[in-house]
């Protein structure tokens, strides 16, 4: 699109793909569901906003257009199959392209007088949240505290509500439409604010989970999210996802360490869509692995916390996630729970998370001073699991998070209690 006319091309020669030019255009979108794809015929749909009306333009080895309604003035539109919900620069609409049906929903500016009385006018913002939902915004001036309502395909209310602190900001570019300045990595929202810092929401809980002071304050910074995005290997979590030997004097063959090194690259590699950007500059926001801050947890004995947060993650994660990795990281939290409250004398809820995840039995018996002599040689396990294994080193310390003195007789019933608890699981485990 160049000035307020839309153009269609062929990639990757970049050479016209149609005579059709569309005038005095303010925008366009694809239905989020067929991102990336064709339809069936090889056409792809496009639904462009003009000063008049809506059009549903099918571009294949010519664009054409199918279907138009009117719709003046229109400025922002999100698609999920044939519903949209499109805004022009009062209110915003739940909008049917397949039969044009509209539901209204509510005005930008809450405060009527306000917007009449030239007041700097605030621009409407849409974007697709879950897969039956989409978030706007609405509020008074650009300074003052904002909403962030959710609605779904019907128009109804859903969720609840984010409030950000000001209106979040908008930029202009080439085209005549200001552009609002917030983006949507799944479960959270990043919106740029009018002294350019960026607040992180989260979908779930609509609250503010942290608040990043953004080194771009000029005019034109924006926060975006793409399709794509950058991948980057995360030292700090590829030495916790590490395998290593049991026994921290062994070392694996060298062929064996670099195969393990390369794994544990890989899981540890995540992918960043969410960039802040300006004439100048261009940088990328990394969301900390909930795995890094399960394990922080684990180290503070916030056992419940922790699991919390691995059900949660599990259920929530990214379309690009890679299961391989939640299977790991899952049984990483498991193992190092179990071991946690293993040395806080909660032997059966122990054993149950060690048991989840399949951990060899040998490490589990090990732990117990009659059978510390047990061969271990050939167990590995991964490195931030074993550095709390040698933390707890046998039975005789559960329950001393810090160096204390206990009684041999107190030791003597630990090790009893522990030890019968520990025969019974396994045993039930050998014989299922």
């Not at 300045?181 to 979908?203: G, K, R, T």
């Not at 729970?337 to 059966?348: K, W």
Request: aromatic letters at 6%; a negative charge.
């Amino acid at each position: 699109m160049e000035d307020s006319e839309l153009k269609f091309y062929t990639l990757p020669e970049f050479t016209p793909a149609s005579k059709l030019r569309i005038r005095d255009a303010n925008n366009f979108c694809e239905d989020i569901y067929r991102e990336g794809s064709t339809e069936e015929d090889g056409s792809v749909l496009v639904t462009v906003l003009t000063r008049t009306m809506i059009l549903r333009i099918k571009v294949e080895r010519e664009a054409k257009r199918v279907k138009a309604f009117d719709y003046p003035h229109a400025l922002v539109v999100c698609q999920r199959g044939p519903i949209a919900c499109v805004a022009n620069s009062e209110r915003y609409d739940i909008m049917d392209l397949e039969r044009g049906g509209r539901i209204p929903l509510f005005p930008i500016n809450q405060n009527a007088d306000m917007a009449e009385d030239g007041t700097q006018p605030l621009h409407p913002l849409i974007l697709s949240v879950g897969e039956e939902d989409f978030l706007v915004t609405t509020g008074t001036t650009l300074d003052d505290p904002a909403l962030g309502m959710f609605v779904d395909l019907n128009g109804d209310p859903v969720r609840g509500t984010l409030m950000f602190s000001t209106y979040p900001r908008t930029i202009s570019i080439v085209l005549p439409l200001p552009l609002l300045i917030l983006a949507i990595n799944y479960p959270f929202v990043f919106a740029m604010m009018q002294n350019f810092d960026i607040e992180i929401h989260s979908v779930e809980s609509q609250q503010i989970v942290q608040i990043i002071n953004s080194p771009l304050v000029t005019g034109n910074a924006n926060v975006r999210r793409v399709p794509e995005g950058s991948r980057i290997c995360l030292e700090a979590l590829a030495q916790k996802l590490l395998m290593v030997p049991l026994n921290p004097s062994q070392e694996f063959p060298r062929a064996r360490r670099d195969e393990e090194i390369q794994i544990a690259r890989r899981l540890a590699t995540i992918s960043s869509r969410i960039y802040v950007n300006s004439n100048t500059t261009i940088s990328c926001i990394i969301t900390t692995p909930w795995l890094l801050q399960a394990d922080a947890l684990l180290d503070s004995n916030r056992v419940e916390e922790a699991l919390l947060l691995t059900d949660r993650a599990s259920q929530t994660m990214d379309n690009m996630f890679d299961a391989e990795r939640l299977f790991h990281e899952v049984a990483y939290i498991n193992q190092k729970a179990g071991l946690v409250l293993f040395r806080e004398t909660l032997f059966e809820e122990a054993i149950n998370h060690l048991e989840k995840v399949n951990t060899d039995p040998r490490l589990i018996i090990s732990l117990f001073p009659a059978f510390s002599d047990i061969d271990t040689s050939a167990l590995s396990l991964y490195s931030g699991v074993r550095d709390t294994l040698l933390s707890l080193q046998n039975v005789e310390n559960a329950g001393t998070s810090t160096p204390i003195l206990i009684s041999p007789l107190l030791s003597k019933a630990l090790c009893d209690v522990s030890r019968h608890q520990a025969c019974e699981k396994l045993r039930a485990v050998h014989f299922r």
